[in-house]
C-alpha cells in the first residue's frame, strides 16, 4: 500500500465509525498517529512502561533549586517502595514502572527495586564546565537506547528525578530553542524571589561561557544531565522499535527536542501530553511544534502526565479498532 493509500484508507475507516465526522476530535488524531507508527489500520496498544531516570547535576551546588542534592536520592528510594506519584498513577493506570540510576550521588542502590546504570555520581557544574564528558555523553545515551528497546511495550514514557534538572533543562532549550534565556527560567520545585533571582544569575553564566551554542550533542554535554541524556537516547531507541512515546513535561520534552534534533524521525512517534507549569516548556513544545493534550498545571516531572494519557491514548486506538461503522451497525449515514 502507498502511503497515500494508506492514508485515504485511515481516514474512511475512522469517518466511517459510528459519530458525526470528526466528533472525537483530536482522539481520531491520536488514533491515526498510532496507526501510522505502527502501519496497520488495526493497532494494538496494550501495554506501556514508566523508565524513570535518576541523576544529580553540579549545579545543584549554587542555589538553583528549592531543595537539596539529596532529595534525588531519596526520591528513588520512594520509588522503589511505590510511595511516589509517578508510583500510584501507575497502579491506578495500569502502567509497569522501573528506576534507574543514571548517576545519584551517594553510589549504588542496594535495593532489587533500582537498576544502577551509573555514569557518575552527578554531572560535573555547567558554570565551569561541561556537565560531562562526550565519552560520559555518549554512554548515557547508548544506555538509554537500549532501555529504549528492550521487552515488548506497545508504548513507553520516559520520566525524571534529580535536583537541579529545571536548570539542566532551560540551558539546553536555549541554546536549541534560541528563546531568550530569561523567559525559559521557572521556579521549578517553588523557588522564592530571592532564589529565583539566584537561579537567573547562575544560568546566565553558565549559558555566557557558550554563546551561540546550537548543536544538539553539544548542548547535551555542556549543559545535559545524566538521566537527561538517557532519556533522549531511550526515546530515540523506541523511536526506532516503532514504539509511541508518551512524552511528560519541561525536562522530558527537553530531552525529546535533543532527541528530534538528533534524529527528526523519531518525532512522529511522539504523543505530547501536557503543558507543564514550567514557563519554559511552551518554548520547547513550539520548537517541536507540539500541541499537548493536556494542561493540568503540573510541575513535578517522574513521568506523572504522561502516565495521565495513557487511558486516552488506549481509548484512542480502542475507537479505531472495536467501534462499530455506520455499515456494520446499520446507522443511516448523513443526510
Ligand atoms: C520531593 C520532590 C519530588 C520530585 N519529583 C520530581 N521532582 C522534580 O523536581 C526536580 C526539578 O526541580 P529543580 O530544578 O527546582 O530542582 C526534579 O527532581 C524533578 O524530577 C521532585 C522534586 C522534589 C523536591
Ligand atoms: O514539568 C516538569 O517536568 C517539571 C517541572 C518542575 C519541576 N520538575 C519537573
Request: aromatic share 4%.
Amino acid at each position: 500500500m502507498t502511503d497515500q493509500d494508506f492514508e485515504a484508507a485511515l481516514a474512511a475507516r475512522i469517518d466511517g465509525k459510528t459519530k458525526p465526522q470528526g466528533a472525537l476530535g483530536r482522539i481520531e488524531a491520536l488514533a491515526a498517529q498510532v496507526a501510522r507508527v505502527q502501519q496497520t489500520l488495526t493497532p494494538r496498544l496494550q501495554s506501556c512502561c514508566l523508565t524513570i531516570f535518576a541523576a544529580d547535576h553540579g549545579i545543584a551546588r549554587h542555589g538553583v533549586s528549592a531543595y537539596p542534592s539529596e532529595v534525588t536520592r531519596q526520591m528513588v528510594l520512594n520509588f522503589a517502595a511505590g510511595g511516589a506519584a509517578a508510583n500510584v498513577f501507575c497502579k491506578v493506570n495500569d502502567v509497569a514502572l522501573q528506576v534507574v540510576n543514571s548517576g545519584v550521588i551517594g553510589g549504588r542502590f542496594l535495593v532489587p527495586e533500582v537498576r544502577n546504570l551509573p555514569i557518575a555520581e552527578g554531572t560535573a557544574c555547567s558554570l565551569e564546565g561541561p556537565a560531562m564528558t562526550r565519552a560520559q555523553r555518549d554512554a548515557a545515551l547508548a544506555a538509554g537506547r537500549d532501555i529504549g528497546q528492550e521487552g515488548a511495550w506497545d508504548a513507553v514514557a520516559f520520566g525524571e528525578m534529580g535536583i537541579g534538572n529545571t536548570s539542566a533543562a532551560t540551558l539546553i532549550a536555549h541554546a536549541l530553542t534560541g528563546s531568550e534565556l530569561d523567559a525559559l527560567i521557572g521556579r521549578g520545585t517553588g523557588l522564592d524571589d530571592a532564589g529565583l533571582a539566584t537561579k537567573r544569575r547562575v544560568l546566565g553564566q553558565a549559558a555566557a561561557r557558550r554563546p551561540g551554542l546550537t548543536d544538539p550533542d553539544e548542548a547535551l554535554a555542556e549543559f545535559g544531565g545524566f538521566e537527561i541524556a538517557m532519556i533522549a537516547g531511550a526515546m530515540l531507541g523506541a523511536a526506532e522499535a516503532r514504539r509511541i512515546i508518551l512524552v511528560d513535561g519541561f525536562i522530558a520534552t527537553a530531552a525529546a527536542l535533543i532527541a528530534v534534533r538528533m534524529e527528526p524521525m523519531c518525532r512522529d512517534a511522539m504523543i505530547f501530553a501536557h503543558r507543564s507549569a514550567e514557563p519554559g516548556h511552551q518554548a520547547i513544545l513550539d520548537a517541536l511544534q507540539a500541541e499537548p493534550l493536556l494542561d493540568l498545571g503540573l510541575r513535578l516531572g517522574e513521568g506523572t502526565g504522561a502516565v495521565l494519557v495513557w487511558p486516552m491514548v488506549k481509548s484512542a486506538v480502542a475507537m479505531l479498532n472495536d467501534m462499530a461503522s455506520f455499515d456494520s451497525a446499520g446507522v443511516s449515514g448523513r443526510v
